[in-house]
C-alpha cells in the first residue's frame, strides 16, 4: 500500500507500508506529473448583428461581431455551464435560439444560434451622480406629445431599465425623482429610424431633508445660509386644496460646473410663441415638498417664495444683473422664463441670484442665446458614415449643451455659443474622440470625421475650481514587449502603439475640466494604469472634489478619492486587458507619493522589486472658496 500527503513545506512525500517492496521500487512507478485539462470549443453563427454582441458562460465572457464564431478553449470537459448574454448592441436585443444550459459537458458545444434585431430602444441607466452607485426600484417614465403619451418602468438591481418606443421625429422626455434625491430629466432626440439612445439620469442626492409646519412656514437653509424662505399657510395639494400639517423639504443645488450634464434636460427653452432658443446657465436649484400623505405640495396662486438660487462656481463673478429665472417642465423638457433675479453676495459670501418664485420645480438662472452652427461627420472604424446616433456639444466656456443625431449620410449640425469653445463627441453606446473647436463669431466645421466605435473607450477627469490643475497620468505597461511601453499625460498627449492611437484629447489648466482619454482599442495585452496628479492651485484632490468616469465599452464606473490624508498623486484603476482583449478593471483608490504620478517611479506589473516605470516622462510648465460648494464637497468626500 501507498498513498499521498502534501508536507507541512509543501514538498510531495511517498510513504510505502508493509510488503510493498523498496522505496525506490514505488518511486519508479509513481508519475507526479498532472493530467493536462482537457478543454472544449464553443461555435456558432449570428444572425442580423450590427456591431457586436457579449456571449458569457460560467463566470467567463467572450465579444462577438460577424455572421460565425468558435470560442477555443472556453471550458474544461464535464464541466457545467448557462450560456447567455452579457451585453449586445444598445439598438438591438440579441438572443440565443439554441440550448443554452449544459451540464457535465464532455464535448464541444456547436451549433450554437445567436440572432439580433434593429428596436427603437431607450437604454435608460439610473445612478447616483458623486458615487456612480446604481439606483434600483426607480420609476422611470418617458413622455412625448407634451405629455400625452407615455412609457414607464422600474430600474432593475442594476440600475437599468431598456423601454421600447415608438419611432417618430420629435422629443422624449425621460423622468425620475427617487427619495433623497433631486429630479432629473433628460430629453431624446427621437427619428422615424429605428435605433438605440442611451439615457444617463445622473441623480444629485438632496443637500437638505427637512420637515416644517406648513402653517408657520419655514426658512429653508444649506450650510448657514437661507435658501428658501417658504411664506406661513402658503401652500395647497395638487387638487389646490389649501394644506395645514407637516411638510417634508428635500432642498437640492444644481450647480452644472461639476458636469453640465446634472441639469435637466437639454439647455432648451420655448417661448410662448412656439419658439425656441438655447441657454447658458448661471446655477440652479431644486425644491420637492410633501405633505404627511405623500401629496406634492406647491405654493398656492397669488403666493411667493423668495429665493437665493446659488450661482454656479464657475460663474462666480460673472453673472448678469438681472439674470433671467427659468423653470424646469418635465412634461415637455424645455426651460421657461418666468422673471428674474439679481446676483447677490450674502454675510457667508455665497454668490447668489436673489428673486420670487410663485411655484417649486427646478429653477435656474440662464440667458439665452442666437447660436452659430458647428457641423461635421461622424465615420465608423472603416470610413463609413454612421447615421442615427447622437452627437453632444459640451460648453468649454460657458455651462451649457447641445445635441443633434446624424442623417443618413452621417453629418450633423449643433447649436453653440458664438466666441465659445465646445468640445464634441459622439454619444449613444457609441465612443469616439472629443474634438475641442472654437465656435468663433459665425461658427465652425470640423474637419476629420468622429470615428465613433462600440469598442472605444474613455476616461474623463472633473473636478472644482480648486486647486486650478489636475492632470491625467496614463501609463501602459505591455506583458508582450517592454519597449511598447508608454505615457500619456499633457506633455505628451497622443501616443501610437501598434497602430493604433491613444489620444489626451482634452487637457484643462483653469480648473473644472474635463480631461478626456480615448482608447479606439487596447493596443497590447498588459496593464494600463491611471492616475490623478495635482500640479498647481490650493487645497486637495480629494477636497476638490475630483470624479473620474472609466466608459468602458459603453459600461460607466465612477471613481471617487479615497479617504485618509490626500496626497498630490491619486492611483485611481488598473486596466488588466488579456490576450483577446477582455479587460478588467481593478480599483487601485490609493494615496500615493508625488513621484508615482510624474516620474512613473512605481513598481512595473510583474516587475522584481525596484525596477520601475521607463515611459517618456513629461517636464513642468507655469500656471474666496464658496462654503456651499465646501458643504456640498464635505457630505460626499470627506472632510
Request: proline content about 7%.
Amino acid at each position: 500500500m501507498r498513498r499521498l500527503i502534501l508536507g507541512a513545506s509543501g514538498a510531495l512525500m511517498l510513504l510505502a507500508g508493509c510488503g510493498g517492496g523498496s522505496n525506490a521500487d514505488n518511486i519508479g512507478n509513481f508519475s507526479p506529473t498532472p493530467q493536462a485539462p482537457d478543454f472544449r470549443d464553443i461555435s456558432g453563427t449570428i444572425s442580423g448583428l450590427e456591431g457586436s454582441v457579449t456571449l458569457a458562460w460560467d463566470g467567463d465572457s467572450r465579444a462577438l461581431t460577424g455572421t460565425s464564431f468558435t470560442i477555443t478553449q472556453a471550458f474544461e470537459a464535464g464541466d457545467s455551464f448557462d450560456l447567455s448574454i452579457a451585453d449586445e448592441p444598445v439598438s438591438q436585443r440579441c438572443t440565443i435560439d439554441t440550448a443554452t444550459t449544459f451540464t457535465s459537458q464532455e464535448d464541444d458545444v456547436t451549433g450554437v444560434s445567436i440572432s439580433c434585431i434593429t428596436l427603437n430602444l431607450l437604454r435608460i441607466s439610473v445612478e447616483n451622480f458623486f458615487t456612480g452607485d446604481p439606483l434600483a426600484g426607480v420609476d422611470v417614465t418617458a413622455l412625448w406629445s407634451d405629455g400625452a403619451e407615455s412609457l414607464s418602468g422600474s430600474t432593475d438591481a442594476e440600475g437599468l431599465l431598456t423601454l421600447e418606443a415608438p419611432t417618430f421625429d420629435g422629443r422624449i422626455v425621460v423622468n425620475a425623482d427617487p427619495d433623497d434625491f433631486a429630479e432629473q430629466s433628460k430629453v431624446v432626440i427621437n427619428t422615424t429610424t429605428a435605433g438605440g439612445r442611451v439615457v444617463r439620469l445622473l441623480m444629485l442626492p438632496v443637500n437638505l431633508d427637512t420637515t416644517f409646519d406648513a402653517d408657520t412656514g419655514a426658512d429653508l437653509a444649506v450650510g448657514g445660509d437661507v435658501l428658501v424662505s417658504i411664506p406661513p399657510m402658503a401652500l395647497v395639494d395638487g387638487a389646490g386644496n389649501p394644506y395645514s400639517g407637516s411638510v417634508e423639504a428635500e432642498l437640492t443645488v444644481v450647480d452644472p460646473s461639476v458636469s453640465v450634464d446634472v441639469m435637466p434636460g437639454d439647455y432648451l427653452a420655448r417661448e410662448p410663441g412656439g419658439a425656441t432658443a438655447p441657454i447658458q446657465s448661471y446655477g440652479a436649484m431644486s425644491l420637492t415638498l410633501i405633505g404627511s400623505g405623500g401629496e406634492a405640495l406647491d405654493l398656492a396662486p397669488g403666493q411667493v417664495a423668495d429665493v437665493n438660487v446659488p450661482v454656479a462656481e464657475a460663474e462666480r463673478g460673472g453673472a448678469p444683473d438681472p439674470t433671467p429665472l427659468y423653470y424646469y417642465d418635465p412634461l415637455t423638457g424645455y426651460w421657461t422664463e418666468d422673471g428674474s433675479a439679481t446676483p447677490t453676495t450674502l454675510g457667508s459670501g455665497l454668490e447668489v441670484l436673489t428673486g420670487q418664485v410663485s411655484h417649486f420645480t427646478t429653477w435656474n438662472g440662464d440667458v439665452a442665446f442666437d447660436p452659430v452652427p458647428v457641423d461635421g461627420c461622424v465615420v465608423d472604424a472603416f470610413g463609413a458614415p454612421v447615421d442615427n446616433v447622437r452627437v453632444k456639444a459640451t460648453g468649454g466656456s460657458y455651462l451649457g449643451s447641445s445635441q443633434a443625431v446624424t442623417d443618413a449620410d452621417g453629418l450633423f449640425v449643433l447649436d453653440v455659443r458664438p466666441q465659445s469653445t465646445v468640445l464634441v463627441t459622439a454619444a449613444d453606446g457609441l465612443q469616439s474622440s472629443t474634438v475641442e473647436v472654437n465656435t468663433g463669431a459665425g461658427g465652425a466645421s470640423i474637419v476629420d470625421c468622429l470615428v465613433a466605435s462600440a469598442g472605444s473607450s474613455t476616461v474623463t477627469l472633473t473636478w472644482g475650481e480648486n486647486p486650478s490643475d489636475l492632470d491625467t497620468r496614463l501609463y501602459g505597461f505591455s506583458d508582450v514587449d517592454q519597449a511598447s511601453d508608454f505615457e500619456v499625460n499633457f506633455t505628451q498627449r497622443t501616443v501610437t502603439v501598434n497602430d493604433i492611437t491613444i489620444d489626451l484629447d482634452v487637457d484643462d489648466v483653469t480648473s473644472f475640466g474635463p480631461e478626456v482619454v480615448t482608447f479606439p482599442e487596447f493596443p497590447f495585452p498588459g496593464t494600463y494604469r491611471y492616475a490623478v496628479h495635482l500640479y498647481s492651485g490650493t487645497g486637495s484632490i480629494q477636497a476638490s472634489p475630483a470624479r473620474v468616469e472609466l466608459n468602458l465599452r459603453g459600461q460607466a464606473q465612477v471613481f471617487n478619492p479615497p479617504g485618509g490624508q490626500p496626497t498630490a498623486c491619486w492611483a485611481v484603476f488598473d486596466l488588466q486587458v488579456d490576450d483577446v482583449g477582455n479587460a478588467v478593471v481593478v480599483p487601485l483608490g490609493t494615496w500615493e507619493p508625488e513621484a508615482y504620478c510624474t516620474a512613473g517611479e512605481f513598481q512595473r506589473p510583474g516587475a522584481v522589486s525596484g525596477q520601475s516605470a521607463a515611459p517618456s516622462r513629461g517636464v513642468p510648465r507655469a500656471l474666496t472658496s464658496n462654503p456651499l460648494v465646501r458643504a456640498i464637497e464635505n457630505k460626499y468626500y470627506g472632510p
